[in-house]
């Protein structure tokens, strides 16, 4: 632990590597990389999915591998409050999971709504998970209309960055200023403020959106905009990473985007489970996205029944 | 700016994440004490359109959740701009209401974007004033699993 004279910066520090934990451990069982969720444990942890206790990491990652047996898992989490208590925390976080079973026939979305209350400890330095309960308040199965350009499938991120030994103020200002850069993105472009999206990339920009390849902020432009066809645009930001070196930065990001198009009273929801994965450099003081690609890893459409108003 | 006033700055960014945060939570345990605890007792929200005054105008409100099984206010996106003892919040969120329809179970859910104010009144950060948008709905029925 980097022991910051400052209290109040040591709780803020404190609580970023704790949100970071949570992320990391959502990640790795997203990607099957158990070691990386292991790594969120303590040795001795406890845990309790849904009622069934395992003591333990082993018993934990083992019980985590039954995962493995989906077509595609999402853990996306939302709402998180953080009770600091000097070496150990209180942790409760939202999560919607989205798993993907496929069969021979047809395919199912199970979307639960979960909740994580994890007891978190500072040990040897850093925080990790000394017992966990995941509690699920609500699940549905939905039968999956596919989407008529269907995903690509899953393209690997970039190794997700430990929490840095000499973590301070200005990577927290820096960790919060990228958060601001992608929230701003995501905002403008649903409010079709194109003007405040382009501001938010280099002009020589180069994205990958799932497979088309947009050069320089025109282009980008050009396709952003394709959003004016829609009815409606949500890009739901989650779980979030960065990698911040000097005045470059490697981020990735969970979004659900949900695209509502069609013509009145047969309107459908396209909506995809996308990672970002991002290049941002630091300019005369300020954050842009310099390259992005953008992997969309499942997706369904969804013919709407408004609610009742 | 120094390094304290640096600090100050994301430790306000954070408190008034955990207020919009702690309201969804009120709402979804149906504690309408914390719920409340959010708002200053002048607050004026406009709800989908509908103008509430004061804080126990926005409290009954808050107050139909009890109508369902299940709620979920999903919170992803926000935007803080800090300046001084005021702020402004754009918060991105999905609500998950579990219905009844025709005798069947179904998921209610809206796309919600907040857009609040907030004042800093003795050293606590809280809503003053709110306008909350439904960007779209839908129902879903809820089918049983594979397994059924």
Known sequence: MSAASDPVLQELLDKAEISDVITRYALGIDRHDFDLAASCYATDAQADFYGVVS??????????????????????????????????????????????????????????????LDGMARKDGRWVVQSQVVVE????????????????????????????????LDYLIDRAAIRDLLARYYSTSDHRDYDGMAATYTP????????????????????????????????????????????????????????RAGPVGEETDLVSGLRYLDQMVRRDGKWLTSARTVTSDWGRRDPVTPAPT | MTDSSRVRALADRAAIQDVVARYFT????????????????????EYRGRVLEGVDALVDITRGVRRYAVTTHFMGNYLVEVRGDTATAETYATDHLRIMQSGEEADMSHGLRYYDELVRKDGQWLISRRAMTSEWSRVDPVAPGPGG
């Open chain 2, 26 to 45: 009120g709402l979804d345990r149906q504690d309408f004490d914390r719920v409340a605890s959010c708002f200053t007792s002048d607050v004026v929200a």
């Open chain 1, 55 to 116: 003591k333990g990491v082993d018993a934990i990652v083992k019980g985590l591998r039954l995962l493995e047996q989906l077509d595609n898992t999402m853990h996306f989490l939302g709402n998180q409050m953080i009770d600091l208590h000097g070496d150990t925390a209180g942790v409760e976080t939202y999560a919607t999971a989205y798993y993907r079973a496929v069969m021979p026939d047809r395919q199912i979305d199970m979307i639960k709504g979960l909740r994580y």
């Open chain 1, 137 to 168: 308040h609500w699940s549905r199965n939905d039968p999956v209309l596919p989407l008529s350009t269907p995903p690509a499938g899953r393209k690997p991120g970039p190794k997700p960055p430990v929490w840095p030994k000499d973590a301070g």
């Open chain 1, 204 to 259: 020589d920009a180069e994205v990958w959106y799932r497979e088309d390849l947009c050069v320089g902020i025109e282009a980008i432009r050009k396709k952003v905009s394709l959003l004016d066809n829609a009815i409606t645009s949500t890009h739901f930001m989650g779980n979030h990473l960065v990698d911040i070196q000097g005045d470059t930065a490697a981020s990735e990001t969970y979004v659900i985007e949900y695209i």
